[in-house]
């Protein structure tokens, strides 16, 4: 919207023509151009985020990404505003890239790790970068060169802490698509150490090469476990068709892949102790704990499912997003179409529960509630 500095006049509707999701304003510095990105299926909250800039004085819309298959996270300008600076999921990684304002050409460049957050200066620009083997940092990106970092925020919390090492690796999944994973050895570890098999949520998301404060493979390889973890079918920074192919699937191509995601990871790394894994996943990857109860009852010794999904039906009338669930089962509610919801419902196979799992859930999640 725009709205009238002294508000004299009514807020006017700038995207009125797309009926889906529009965010994150950005105005250039010269005052000429509002780029935000745009989505184009309406009640989708994983739809690709298209960047997309307006001529302020005509009203004139150009989509500048719409040939980049990337959804754009994160949007700043270039001092001259001529460019600009954006973050977007890539292969497990979560890169800075410039985008020229005229012709929409993308330039990478950071390459491994995740930026989280970037600030334009005269120099260049300055982001938090991290990995899964370091927190936040600062550094400067100056063109296509290394970073240059600028702090060590947690060197003395990290003094004689030795990390892990992340090695990554692919495999064919289903569909016969390339699937990406990784493995995460302790440090110093001899011979073969457990497994944690870890599934991310969303389901639109990724186990990409990030720090976490919430599921850290670095501390479960502490603890001594080998921590894997695949992007299964659904998953961001592979193009939106692979993110898509969730929708109306989410026990169908997933478990596929992550059942040949965890033979290829213990074929390849010797150290990883196929016989002694345990699961684990929250929000979808809490949904796939219970689905793999039923589907996949004698691959693990143990499973952890936290705040997953465990009776579709229930979700589909408890859920305060109940918009997206609808989505996920083809766009209908459950009592118009109550099989597409039943096909992937975890409760229908209680009966071929045999891992003893460990359930974590909690009486105010609105959005899973537990059931």
Known sequence: FSVSADGTTAPVNLTAANKATDNLPTVSPDGRSLAYFAMRRP???ADRQVL??????????????ERWDRSVGSIAWAPDSKSLYVTADDTQETPLFRVDAMSGAVTRLTQEGHVAA???TPRGAVVALDSLTAPDDFYRIA???????????????LTGIDMPTVTRFNFKGANA??????????????????????VHGGPQGSSNNSWSYRWNPA????????????DFHGSTGYGQGFTDAISNNWGGWPLEDLKKGLAAATDKFAWLDADNACALGASYGGYMMNWIEGQWPDRFKCIVQHDGVFDARA???ETEELWFDEWEHGGKAYYEDPQAFEKWN???YVAKWKTPMLVITGEKDFRIPYT
């Not at 390889?221 to 695949?230: F, I, N, Q, R």
């Open 346 to 348: 975890p409760v229908n």
């Open 118 to 120: 970037v600030a334009i």
């Open 177 to 198: 698509d390339t699937v990406w994973g990784y493995a995460v050895k302790p440090y110093g570890s001899t011979g073969k150490v457990p497994v944690a098999y870890m």
């Open 52 to 65: 997309t800039v307006r001529d302020i004085a005509s009203g004139k819309t150009v989509s500048l990404t």
């Open 43 to 45: 009640g989708f909250e």
């Open 315 to 317: 979700m589909a009338y």
């Open 219 to 230: 501390v479960f390889a502490g603890a001594g476990y080998g921590l894997v973890a695949v």
């Open 143 to 157: 063109g296509t060169g290394a970073p240059q970092r600028l702090t060590q925020v947690n060197a003395a919390r």
